[in-house]
């Protein structure tokens, strides 16, 4: 019973702190929410901040889960760097929440934001430190050109975060393909990708050789 308050909490501030954001929401509506008192609120939680935390955390492991899971699933270094940005679109998109906190939205700010950055361990270093591992295997293995740039990592995070600030856009699908085409003209050398590979990803991503 007490498991099952917890978690009718968490799923009640969830709801409510997609659609309102932080500040707006209130420990009595997330318990009415629940459909228990507020004293049962501090029976689990110190407080909304820390409430709050809680669910980013759980939100960003699954995050965390999904794309390592995008990423095995495919062989070339190229690939993988793609299979990244279709997150955005395939995970991201659907968690408003989500969406907020990784492009910085005011609505989704809270008291210990800038510490939580700060200990390295959310969603968005998880991605900056997947981008930056694989273009170092790519330029290792010579399949990414990645010595024409000062600095890859920062220029595919860049491009990244365009497309997290353009996500609610209708046009965000014609964005997302001319982002994966630039990236497969300016870093890719595709004389090196072995064809038999080349021809199971692409079908691994609904396309014709």
Known sequence: ?????????LAAGADLFSSR???????????RGAGVGTGSFYTYFKGKEEFFEEIL????????????????????????L??????????????????????GARKYAFPGQAARRERGDTLRHHIERKMGEILAAGGRALELRVGLYRDPRRLTIALFDAILMKMESEDVEVLMDDALRLLERGLARRFRLRAGRERREQRREGRKP
Not at 57 to 80: C, H, K
Not at 85 to 95: C, S
């Open 82 to 103: 793609k299979a990244l940005y279709r997150f955005a679109t395939l995970g991201i998109r659907k968690n408003p929440l989500l969406l907020g906190v990784l492009t």
């Open 21 to 31: 954001g932080y500040r707006e929401v209130s420990i009595e509506e997330i318990a």
């Open 1 to 9: 019973m007490r498991a099952d308050r917890r978690q009718a909490l």
């Open 57 to 80: 955390d759980d939100i960003e492991q699954q995050g965390r889960q999904e794309v390592d899971r995008l990423v095995a699933s495919f062989e070339s270094p190229l690939n993988r």
